[in-house]
C-alpha cells in the first residue's frame, strides 16, 4: 500500500516581516544604492571631462573618505542593531535613547575625525597615496580640501537613516538620498559644464549635497510620532551604557570596514605604481563594480534590520528564515545587476573617454570581477549581516580583517607585482579573499554559534 507522506506547512503568519513588509524594506534601499552608485558614476565620468589626472586624484581622495564613511556607516550600524533589538523586545523608550545616543555621538567622533583629517592632510597626500604624478596631485589636493569638510554631515546622516531602517521604514532614507544626489548630480552638471570648473566643480556639490541630507534626516528624526524619535535640546548628556552597547557592535565592525578600507588604500599605493592607467582602470573598475554589488549592500541592510530585530524578540527560528530568504533574493537580483552592467559595460567605457589600455584592462577586470561576484559575493558580505544583527561581531571581524591582510594585500602584491600581474592581479586577490571569508562565515553560520549574544 503506498504511503503518502505529509509534508507540514509552516505557520508563519505570527513572524515579525511579512513579504509586503519586506518589499517595502528591501525596494526602497535597492533604489538608494542604486541612485548613489548613479550618481557616483556620473560624477566621475563628468570629472572625467577634465583628464584622466583629475579621475585619478578624486578617486586617490575618496579612498580615504570611503574609509572613515564606512567607520561612520558601522558606528550607525551599531546603534541600528542596539534600537532593532530594543524594537524587538517591545521597549520603545530604550530604542528612542539608543537613537539619541548614536546620532550625537556620531556628531561628536566625526568633527574630531574632521581635525584630524586636515592636520594629516601632508602625510595622507604624500605618502599614503605614494609616488603619484604631480598633475594627479594637484586635483587630489583640491578635492580633499573641500570634501572632508562634509565628514560630520555624512555621519550624522548615515546615523539618522540607520535609525529610519531600524525600524523598518527605509523610505525616509531614500527620500532624503535622492535629494542630495539631485543636488550633487545638477552641482556637478552646472560647475563642470556651466562655469567650467575642474575637481572643484564636483567637490563642492559634494558637501552641499551632504549638509542638506544631514539637516534633513535629523528634521524628520525629530518626529515624536515615530515609533524611535530623538529630542532636539541643548541639555544632552551621553548615558555611557547605551553608547558601550553601541560600541560594542560598532567598534568591531568599524574596524573590520576600516581595515577592508585600509588595505585597499594600502594596495591603492602598488596600483600607482603601475602607471595612470592602472588607476584609472581601477577606478573605473570599482564605480562599475558598486553598481553589480548594489543589490547586495542594500540586503544587507535590510538583514541588519530584520535580524536584530528577531534576535531581539529571541526568535532565532526566525532569523534563521529570514536569513535564507533575503540571501536567496540577494542572489537573484546581483544576478540581474551583474547582467545588465556586463551589458553596458562598453557604452560606459566610451563616455569616460578613456585610452585604448585603459578601456581593455578595465573589461578584463570587469568580466573576472563578475563571473566571481555571482557565485561569492552574498555569502562573504551579505551573510555576515544576519551574525553582527545578532551580537556576533568578534568573529567577523576577525575573520575579515585576517583574510583581508593575508589574502587581499600580500597576494596582491604577489599577483600583482611578482608575478607581474599588474592591476588585474589585485582584483584576483581580492577574489582569494572573498574565497576564504565565504568558507569561514558559512562555517560560522551552520555551527550556530552566533546565537545567544544578543546586546540587549
Request: charged share 10%; with cysteine.
Amino acid at each position: 500500500m503506498a504511503v503518502r507522506a505529509k509534508v507540514l506547512k509552516i505557520d508563519r503568519s505570527h513572524y515579525l516581516f511579512s513579504n509586503r513588509k519586506l518589499f517595502t524594506l528591501i525596494v526602497p534601499l535597492i533604489v538608494e544604492q542604486f541612485l548613489a552608485v548613479l550618481v557616483g558614476m556620473a560624477d566621475s565620468i563628468m570629472v572625467a571631462t577634465v583628464g584622466e589626472a583629475a579621475v585619478s586624484g578624486v578617486s586617490l581622495v575618496d579612498s580615504v573618505m570611503l574609509l572613515l564613511i564606512n567607520i561612520f556607516a558601522a558606528l550607525a550600524t551599531g546603534g541600528a542593531v542596539v534600537s532593532g533589538q530594543y524594537l524587538g523586545r517591545k521597549n520603545q523608550r530604550k530604542a528612542c535613547r539608543a537613537a539619541e545616543q548614536l546620532v550625537w555621538f556620531s556628531a561628536v567622533f566625526s568633527v574630531a575625525i574632521m581635525g584630524l583629517l586636515y592636520l594629516g592632510r601632508g602625510f595622507i597626500l604624500h605618502r599614503v597615496f605614494g609616488q603619484i604624478d604631480e598633475d594627479v596631485m594637484g586635483h587630489a589636493n583640491i578635492y580633499f580640501l573641500i570634501v572632508s569638510a562634509s565628514i560630520p554631515f555624512i555621519a550624522v546622516y548615515n546615523a539618522g537613516a540607520a535609525i529610519f531602517r531600524s525600524m523598518g521604514n527605509s523610505k525616509i532614507s531614500m527620500k532624503v538620498s535622492i535629494i542630495m544626489n539631485i543636488i550633487n548630480f545638477c552641482g556637478n552638471a552646472t560647475l563642470i559644464y556651466g562655469f567650467h570648473r575642474g575637481t572643484e566643480g564636483v567637490a563642492i556639490p559634494t558637501l552641499v549635497s551632504r549638509m542638506t541630507a544631514a539637516i534633513l534626516i535629523i528634521a524628520l528624526l525629530s518626529n515624536r510620532k515615530l515609533p524611535v524619535h530623538i529630542r532636539l535640546t541643548s541639555h544632552f548628556r551621553f548615558h555611557w551604557p547605551t553608547v558601550r552597547n553601541i560600541l560594542h557592535i560598532g567598534i568591531p565592525n568599524g574596524l573590520e570596514n576600516s581595515m577592508f578600507q585600509l588595505g585597499k588604500i594600502i594596495v591603492l599605493s602598488l596600483v600607482s605604481t603601475f602607471g595612470t592607467y592602472a588607476i584609472t582602470a581601477n577606478a573605473v573598475s570599482n564605480t562599475l563594480s558598486s553598481f553589480e554589488v548594489l543589490p547586495g549592500n542594500a540586503l544587507s541592510l535590510a538583514i541588519t534590520t530584520v535580524i536584530a530585530q528577531c534576535v531581539g524578540a529571541g526568535d532565532y527560528e526566525q532569523a534563521s528564515y529570514y536569513t535564507k530568504k533575503l540571501l536567496a533574493v540577494a542572489y537573484v537580483c546581483m544576478f540581474v545587476t551583474i547582467g545588465l552592467t556586463l551589458l553596458c559595460i562598453p557604452f560606459v567605457l566610451a563616455a569616460y573617454r578613456l585610452s585604448a589600455e585603459t578601456a581593455a584592462e578595465t573589461m578584463k577586470i570587469m568580466v573576472f570581477y563578475s563571473a566571481c561576484a555571482c557565485a561569492i559575493w552574498p555569502l562573504a558580505f551579505a551573510l555576515p549581516a544576519t551574525l553582527r544583527s545578532a551580537g556576533d561581531v568578534r568573529f567577523s571581524m576577525i575573520s575579515s580583517v585576517t583574510s583581508m591582510w593575508i589574502c587581499r594585500i600580500i597576494f596582491s602584491y604577489i599577483f600583482g607585482q611578482f608575478l607581474g600581474m599588474g592591476v588585474f592581479g589585485v582584483w584576483a586577490a581580492m577574489v582569494l579573499d572573498w574565497c576564504v571569508r565565504t568558507v569561514c562565515f558559512v562555517a560560522r553560520y551552520r555551527s550556530g554559534r552566533w546565537k545567544g549574544k544578543a546586546v540587549v
